[in-house]
């Protein structure tokens, strides 16, 4: 008898500046990437959308208000880590905020930077850089992790 799949599934959202810049932040004190910058978003919580979900955890995490119907999904990803661990990734874009972006978790987080998308940090966590170049290319989904699969 096979087992159901509970992958943890992730909300990220990628905000984008009229000049095309996007925010990353540099993750710090987490025990995962530290040191290296990544896409802000967090895991989704029980009784919320996917969208909902993406806009509380920016909120959270840089202080911003987002109108969930302003997310556009720009990529979903099946992700699957070393020691079999899966997770599914939505990965959201817009260009509308209300507020400044600001660092709210500084001990998770060592500071924020805007970004040109095309020349991304190589601090950056190697699975966001493939999900940005997917996003920019219009890839709407991926698979990472598993055995042939791209």
Known sequence: MSTRANPTVDVCVLLTREDGRVLLGQRTGTGFADGQFGIP?????EG??????????????????IDPADLECAHVAH???DQGQTRIGFFFTTTRWQGTPTNMEPD????????????????????????IDRIRSGEVFSVHGWDGAH
């Open 108 to 131: 998770l987080c060592s500071g924020l930077s805007w970004v040109n998308p095309a020349d991304l940090s190589t601090n950056t966590i190697p699975y966001i850089a493939t999900i």
């Open 48 to 65: 919320e959308s996917v969208a909902q979900g993406a806009a509380r955890e920016l909120k959270e995490e840089v202080g911003v208000f």
């Open 41 to 45: 978003g967090g895991h989704l919580e």
């Open 79 to 81: 992700h699957r880590n």
